[in-house]
T-cell receptor
Framework: NAGVTQTPKFRVLKTGQSMTLLCAQD?????MYWYRQDPGMGLRLIHY???????AKGEVPDGYNVSRLKKQNFLLGLESAAPSQTSVYFC??????????????FGSGTRLTVV | EDKVVQSPLSLVVHEGDTVTLNCSYE??????LLWYKQEKKAPTFLFML????IEKKSGRLSSILDKKELFSILNITATQTGDSAVYLC???????????FGTGTLLAVQP
């Protein structure tokens, strides 16, 4: 049972480049989330999705776009990367909108460096 | 503004010590509080607490919630080097009603 899989695991971008982070889950979860984790800031919600074809803004959405064309996949895009987007990105999923008895399931993260 | 505050930010102990990690919160319409352990990679779920005064326990880890004083503690007894990790506290809240995380407590257990 793979759970939540993120690709790539590491990436270095130059300022202004674009890229897409892929998150895939095989648990048939309705809800998916993208968080970023920075030192001293904890995990902050970027965007989330409540089901296939839907997306919504989280706490820090600027500079990012997302798409949920298929239920199992949630893509995070950076159109023009900036050094401030250097971070570790985590994808998560949950069965329903409120954390179930076992909370969100997280992927292993993508470490992105923008130079 | 809804928020979650954890203390201490970091802690160094020796194997066999007992530690207490703190999490306080301010959210409207409180539903639950969750604890996660994060080693090198993905946060992994430890506990979800919804009721005051009822201890959740898993091996050497235990947690309790005080809804009146708006805090939770996570206790680890007889610590081992494998307990070294960042411990995260989270509460559903904010405009999105999604999980809001504290900054975490970095625990280092020395042999």
């Amino acid at each position: 049972n793979a759970g939540v899989t993120q690709t790539p695991k590491f990436r270095v971008l130059k300022t202004g480049q674009s890229m897409t982070l892929l998150c895939a889950q095989d648990m048939n979860h309705e809800y998916m989330y993208w968080y970023r984790q920075d030192p001293g800031m904890g995990l902050r919600l970027i965007h989330y999705s409540v089901g296939e074809g839907t997306t919504a803004k989280g706490e820090v959405p600027d500079g990012y776009n997302v798409s949920r064309l298929k239920k199992q996949n949630f893509l995070l895009g950076l159109e023009s990367a900036a050094p401030s987007q250097t971070s570790v990105y985590f994808c998560a999923s949950s069965l329903g909108g409120s954390p179930a008895k076992d909370g969100y399931t997280f992927g292993s993260g993508t470490r992105l460096t923008v130079v | 503004e809804d928020k979650v505050v954890q203390s201490p930010l970091s802690l160094v102990v020796h194997e066999g010590d007992t530690v207490t990690l703190n999490c306080s919160y301010e959210v409207t319409n409180f539903r639950s509080l969750l604890w996660y352990k994060q080693e090198k990679k993905a946060p992994t779920f430890l506990f979800m607490l919804t009721s005051s005064g009822i201890e959740k326990k898993s091996g050497r880890l235990s947690s309790i919630l005080d809804k009146k004083e708006l805090f939770s503690i996570l206790n680890i007894t007889a610590t081992q080097t494998g307990d070294s990790a960042v411990y995260l506290c989270a509460v559903p809240g904010g405009a999105t009603n999604k999980l809001i995380f504290g900054t975490g407590t970095l625990l280092a257990v020395q042999p």
